[in-house]
C-alpha cells in the first residue's frame, strides 16, 4: 500500500556533506512522522533523527548540530542533510515512515522502511 524509496547517499571524504532524500508513494491518507536510520556493521540499527508531521525533530546525540531533517508534506518527502561527516557515520541509511493509508474503505497505519541506502565516509 505504501512504498518508501530512497536516493542520495555515497561515498565521501571527512568532513564533507551529503544530503538523503526518501519519497514515500502509494494510497497515502497522513503521514505521522518520518525518520532515518543507521545500521553500521556489526551493530544494531539506531535512530539518527525524526521529525513529526507537526514538524518536531528528534536527533541522536551523535548527530547534533551536523545534520538536518526537513519534510515537504506536499510531496510525501523528508530530507536528511548531513555535514561535517565523520567516518563514524559510515552505515546503510534507512528511511522509516509511520503512515496512515487507505485500505478500501478504511484507514489504517502502518509502519514502513526503505531498502536502505550506504553512506561511506573516508578518514
Known amino acids: 500500500q505504501v512504498q518508501l524509496v530512497e536516493s542520495g547517499g555515497g561515498l565521501v571524504q571527512a568532513g564533507g556533506s551529503l544530503r538523503l532524500s526518501c519519497a514515500a508513494s502509494g494510497r497515502i491518507f497522513s503521514i505521522n512522522a518520518m525518520g532515518w536510520y543507521r545500521q553500521a556493521p556489526g551493530k544494531q540499527r539506531e535512530l539518527v533523527a525524526a521529525?513529526?508531521?507537526?514538524?518536531?525533530?528528534n536527533y541522536a546525540d551523535s548527530v547534533k548540530g551536523r545534520f538536518t531533517i526537513s519534510r515537504d508534506a506536499a510531496k510525501n518527502t523528508v530530507s536528511l542533510q548531513m555535514n561535517s561527516l565523520k567516518p563514524e557515520d559510515t552505515a546503510v541509511y534507512y528511511c522509516n515512515g509511520d503512515i496512515t493509508y487507505y485500505s478500501g474503505s478504511y484507514r489504517r497505519e502502518g509502519d514502513y522502511w526503505g531498502q536502505g541506502t550506504q553512506v561511506t565516509v573516508s578518514s
Open positions: 521529525i513529526t508531521s507537526g514538524g518536531s525533530t
